[in-house]
């Protein structure tokens, strides 16, 4: 199912998202997470469909300068999700070469272009063109209820230039972490409007458009590995 034939009548889906909604907020409370709950209104983007594909990337809030000075991505033409093509190997495709070959085909039929990241000075310790805090955790296998990564580090470089010979896209992040707080977005068709002081993941993804069943637990794991002075989820109602 291609983006503008999922997302063409989203109304029709509110009362599944509202619900998962409320199920993301019982779980973020459970392990004891400050939660707020709003409206879409001035939290979120309406994205772009039917006029080219839909890019999958990484809730790191850095994509906010990243959007500023490359002005080819468009961040209303973009679903966030932790990892962004990692993300998606990891929740439903596989960490091998022929996952990341399944979500080629995956991406090619759908009208996706997933997309990894980096940064410019290698934040979490490890090369530049590596250095996404989801593949770090992901690689040292932190993170429970995905599957394993099974491509050594010292691999990095041939999985990510056989990625993009694939079509995938690669990203250099500029700047630090400034991020305070998650939002999660449950309103159909729109996406976290960028700024540099939140991660951002679509929600509503989650078990319906991407099929990533565990996308909500695993953003909250990632979050309190990569920031533990993080305990605040904005979730976003449909």
Known sequence: MTPDQFLQSPD???AVYRQMARQAAER????GWKVV?????????PLVIGKGPLSVICG???YARYFQNHKELNPQCTISIFGGAYGAQALRFGGTLEGLRT???YANKNGLVFRTHGDEHGEHHEPADFNCGFLGKWAERKLRGVMPLEIPKQEFPDMLAHAQTLGFGHDILPGVHEERVLVLNFAPGTTVAPQATRFRVDGWV????LGLTNLV???RQTVELLKKDVRAVT???P
Do not use: C, P, T
Not at 37 to 45: A, I, P, R, S, T
Not at 206 to 209: M, R
């Open 12 to 14: 029709a889906m509110n």
């Open 28 to 31: 973020f409370r459970h392990y």
């Open 37 to 45: 709950d709003v409206e879409q209104k001035g939290m979120v983007l």
């Open 60 to 62: 790191d809030g850095r």
């Open 103 to 105: 979500l080629a085909e």
């Open 206 to 209: 989650a078990g319906s458009y």
């Open 217 to 219: 637990d695993v953003s």
């Open 235 to 237: 979730i976003v109602n």
